[in-house]
């Protein structure tokens, strides 16, 4: 668990989102627990990015902050122009694959009360979990996370993942795909 002065590194020249620095807080008091499958965040330096590419605009551009699911897969705010907390949060996978999966912060903080780790390869981003699975279990400070999420942000724990991506696909995902293409292919 990174402290705040730790975290803060994540964002070089740019203000640590209002809702990260509460997020980061509340990871905090879970004391190592996770409320979200897979989901930390971490302190990045950005070894990660450079496996796309070592320019150093494309670098500047992406801010990687949270670890994504177990495998490798991380998320980075993209740098488009927005304030911190409008930026979007796009995630770059283990198995190839970058996909702009939430259209601000608060799109990620919903996207978290599903309790389940995306897939990203070549073909896209799915968050997935069987509800039918008997053995299935919620992460362990999951409830306490959809409580906080409520309280401090007036959120609801989404039931499905799918509508928060696409809405965020169909406002960045093109001009993502495109400015990525610069330096990396996707």
């Known amino acids: 668990m990174p402290s705040?002065?730790?975290?803060?590194?994540n964002f070089a020249g740019h203000?640590?989102?209002?809702?990260?620095?509460?997020?980061r807080a509340f990871e905090e008091r879970a004391d190592g627990q996770?409320?979200?499958?897979?989901f930390e965040l971490t302190v990045d330096d950005k070894s990660g990015l450079k496996t796309w590419s070592d320019d150093a605009t494309f670098l500047a551009a992406l801010m990687p902050f949270a670890q994504a699911n177990g495998s490798g897969s991380f998320?980075?705010?993209?740098?488009?122009?927005?304030?911190?907390?409008e930026m979007p949060v796009v995630v770059f996978g283990d198995e190839g694959g970058a996909y702009v999966v939430a259209e601000n912060v608060r799109g990620l903080l919903s996207l978290l009360s599903y309790d389940a780790e995306p897939?990203?390869?070549d073909e896209g981003v799915t968050f997935f979990k069987?509800?039918?699975?008997?053995?299935?279990e919620d992460s362990d400070a999951h409830e306490t996370y959809?409580?906080?999420?409520?309280?401090?942000?007036?959120l609801s724990a989404i039931d499905e993942a799918e509508s928060i991506?696409?809405?965020?696909?169909?406002?960045h995902g093109a001009a993502f795909k495109i400015w990525l293409k610069q330096y990396a292919e996707s």
């Open 75 to 85: 998320y980075a705010l993209w740098a488009n122009g927005a304030p911190p907390s």
């Open 34 to 38: 996770y409320f979200s499958e897979s």
């Open 119 to 121: 897939t990203v390869d």
């Open 15 to 23: 203000a640590v989102p209002a809702e990260l620095e509460k997020l």
């Open 130 to 136: 069987d509800e039918d699975d008997e053995d299935r």
């Open 146 to 154: 959809v409580e906080w999420l409520h309280k401090s942000f007036r």
């Open 4 to 9: 705040a002065e730790e975290f803060k590194t």
């Open 165 to 171: 991506v696409e809405t965020a696909q169909e406002k």
